[in-house]
């Protein structure tokens, strides 16, 4: 498929709810075509390293916590305008703010645990996926 990257990352909460399929298919049925997709777990270093541009913010270490705190899925996604289109399927960032069809709003359940972490900007979302898949783990496929 012909576009732009950006990154999803299915949070612990959402994954421990057993929300993960549902998220999925509705990244899918939005149009995005899936890249690489794993389940993992997040090591502090590599959250601190993550969410670095953070490090000075009041809630770092509690997004450090919950970050680490149970496994997360994590999905390299394509599309045309792949990071304003998929922030625009995930809705605000707090879910009782975002739209009603939103993954936010059907999935999150506070402004941390908000079910859902998408790329700010296609230069994030270039180094969030390297950050999180090795090269081997990205397919570029051909959406028919």
């Keep these: 498929m012909v576009g732009s990257i950006t990154l999803a990352i299915i949070k612990p909460k959402a994954v421990e709810l057993g929300h993960t399929g549902a998220i999925v298919h509705t990244i899918n049925a ?7 997709l794993k389940m993992m777990r997040m ?3 590599l959250a601190e ?3 670095a541009v953070h490090k000075k913010s009041d809630f770092f270490n509690g997004l450090v916590e919950f970050m680490t705190s149970g ?5 390299s996604i394509t599309a045309e305008n792949a990071v304003v289109s998929f922030r625009n399927t995930i809705g605000a960032t707090d879910p009782k703010m975002a739209a ?6 059907k999935f999150g359940t506070s402004m941390q645990m908000n079910a859902i ?16 898949f ?7 496929q051909k959406r028919s």
């Design 30 to 36: 939005a149009g995005f075509c899936i890249r690489g």
């Design 43 to 45: 090591t502090r270093e």
């Design 49 to 51: 390293e993550f969410y």
């Design 71 to 75: 496994p997360i899925v994590v999905v």
């Design 100 to 105: 009603s069809d939103t993954i936010r709003a």
């Design 117 to 132: 972490h998408g790329s700010d900007s296609d230069k994030n979302a270039i180094r969030e996926t390297n950050l999180l």
């Design 134 to 140: 090795a090269p081997e783990e990205i397919f570029d």
